[in-house]
């Protein structure tokens, strides 16, 4: 390919993105869903006009570590503490359960694979997949219904925060015991060693942002250094201990979410990641997709794929809020708020490809999740308070 052709396929990509996105939007559903159909339309599941390269590879590993960053710097530890356990116990259970359903719902259909092997290892990874929350579209629907503020608003709000990190958590363990040349009391050890080495650079390097906030309120040097923080703990989580590079993004957010003008870092890079880097990483699912070769098999599969991810979260985070006391259908609520997918459940099966853990052909069920998950919560949850209101 000829330098210049690039220039070429990112022009097609942004404005193919973009133009899906807003068409999304339009339906009330999210910029992502069109983002990633911009992908389909233009990649060889249809149109066949751009293909994936190394360069639009890298261009998307980048915008990944981004989002992850963000989704660092936008969790507010302080709300975290005050929620108490609550959030933390159904998070736990929003993990744990999606990912015993996703490994059973594979192994069911596919065999049960002996422990160890590339089958049992791709089902295990299928479970993770699950374990994502993304929980945009439930605040919008909050937010719209004037109940974001109240009990169970936060609480699947904090929940959702602290399933992200327990599922950041998880896939860095799956993919460290996936490695044969990795023991598994090694995979434990390093990244312990990891998040050790994360609260002690943490401190030193929240504490230089905080001197730097001081004395440079609001000026572009920060979201500059807070940008080199990010790439630095991905490749330190990477090269040093052998942890997903994600996960340093997402650490290096963690670090900065309480400072001063962690809105500021978030607000400057949110330009980079909307314009350029978000639409590539998000248009080169599409890309890396082929729908026109999907099996019938793969169509049954995806379809309990899905049914099961919206299930096990209800189920799951539902079952541990009654425990918790809440009302029957203020768990039913948090359940339903709790099950939409999008970006993180994108990065994680992103990163699953990356190692081979799972087949492209899984992203076609991954999207068809994000796509349901996201068209359905609104509705169901518009309907749970609809019925409140004529009580």
Not at 43 to 62: D, R, T
Not at 150 to 177: K, Y
Not at 207 to 234: E, N, Q, V
Request: hydrophobic share 50%; proline share 3%; charged share 15%.
């Amino acid at each position: 390919m000829e330098t210049y052709e690039i220039f070429k396929d990112l022009a097609i990509i942004i404005i193919a993105a973009k133009s899906c996105g807003i068409i999304a939007k339009k339906f009330n559903a999210p910029m992502v869903v069109g983002e990633i159909i911009a992908g389909l339309l233009i990649g060889p599941s249809i149109f066949g006009i751009v293909e994936q390269s190394v360069f639009l590879a890298m261009m998307a590993e980048i915008g990944v570590l981004m989002l992850m960053f963000n989704a660092g710097l936008g969790t507010n530890l302080r709300d975290l503490i005050k929620t108490g356990p609550k959030a933390v116990l159904i998070a736990c259970s929003g993990v744990a359960v999606p990912l015993l359903g996703g490994y059973l719902a594979y192994s069911a259909y596919y065999g049960f694979a002996p422990k160890g092997s590339d089958q049992f290892y791709e089902a295990v990874f299928i479970g993770v997949i699950m374990t994502a929350t993304s929980v945009s579209i439930t605040v919008e629907t909050l937010k719209e219904l004037g109940k974001l503020k109240g009990e169970v608003g936060t609480t699947i709000l904090s929940a959702a925060i602290v399933d992200d990190i327990i599922g950041i958590i998880v896939l860095t363990f799956v993919i460290g015991f996936k490695s044969a040349s990795v023991e598994p009391g090694k995979v434990v050890s390093n990244t312990a060693l990891f998040f050790l080495f994360a609260i002690g650079v943490g401190i030193i390097v929240y504490y230089i942002f905080k001197y730097m906030d001081a004395i440079w309120p609001h000026s572009r040097r920060i979201p500059i250094f807070g940008l080199t923080l990010c790439f630095a703990m991905a490749y330190v989580a990477e090269k040093y201990f052998g942890i997903a590079d994600i996960t340093g993004a997402f650490v290096a957010g963690i670090i900065l979410c309480n400072i001063k003008d962690s809105d500021y870092i978030a607000e400057k890079m949110d330009i980079s990641s909307y314009m350029l880097f978000g639409p590539i990483f998000f248009a080169s699912i599409g890309l890396k997709t082929n729908i026109s070769n999907v099996s019938s098999s793969m169509i049954i599969f995806s379809v309990i794929f899905v049914v099961v991810a919206l299930m096990t979260k209800i189920i799951g985070c539902g079952i541990v809020a009654k425990i918790c006391r809440f009302k029957n259908k203020d768990c039913i609520k948090i359940g339903v708020g709790m099950m939409t997918r999008g970006e993180v459940a994108l990065i994680v099966a992103q990163k699953g490809l990356g190692v081979n853990m799972i087949d492209s052909a899984y992203f076609t069920t991954v999207i068809l999740l994000i796509i349901t998950s996201s068209l359905i919560t609104p509705i169901i949850m518009k309907l749970l308070y609809s019925t409140d209101k004529k009580r």
